[in-house]
């Protein structure tokens, strides 16, 4: 079972569909689905799409970050509190929610430096 998700990733990652990133904050690799999925992979697309919404929700009820909601979505502003750098807030969540938020972190800091 390893074997073939690991091939499967492989694939993806050669069809140009995921970026496989070193991540320095959980030492592991994380892989990024890529825009080129939403027309050539739609189902992974969604997942990916769904799995980001549940995410920042998760991130919003424990107050990871804060939503300023306005009258148009692509306006909604979405801001890191500090517990996002509190690692003994980090360590009470599951390892899939602290992954999320290393990954919100990261994207944060790569759109602030142009990464």
């Known amino acids: 079972m390893?074997?073939?998700l690991e091939k499967s990733i492989?694939?993806?990652v050669e069809a140009g569909l995921l970026i496989e990133h070193w991540d320095e904050r959980s030492e592991e690799?994380?892989?990024e689905v890529t825009v080129r999925a939403r027309d050539e992979a739609p189902e992974l697309w969604e997942m990916h799409?769904?799995?980001l919404h549940?995410?920042?929700h998760r991130a919003w009820l424990d107050d990871f970050v804060e939503i300023d909601f306005t009258d148009h979505l692509s306006t909604d502003k979405i801001m890191l509190t500090k517990k996002c750098f509190d690692e003994d807030a980090l360590s009470e969540l599951n390892?899939?929610?602290?992954?999320?938020?290393?990954?919100?972190v990261r994207a944060f800091d790569d759109n602030r430096y142009g990464g």
């Open 2 to 4: 390893e074997e073939e």
């Open 10 to 12: 492989a694939e993806l």
């Open 29 to 31: 690799y994380v892989y």
């Open 49 to 51: 799409i769904k799995d």
């Open 54 to 56: 549940r995410g920042l």
């Open 95 to 104: 390892e899939r929610d602290r992954k999320y938020i290393h990954m919100l």
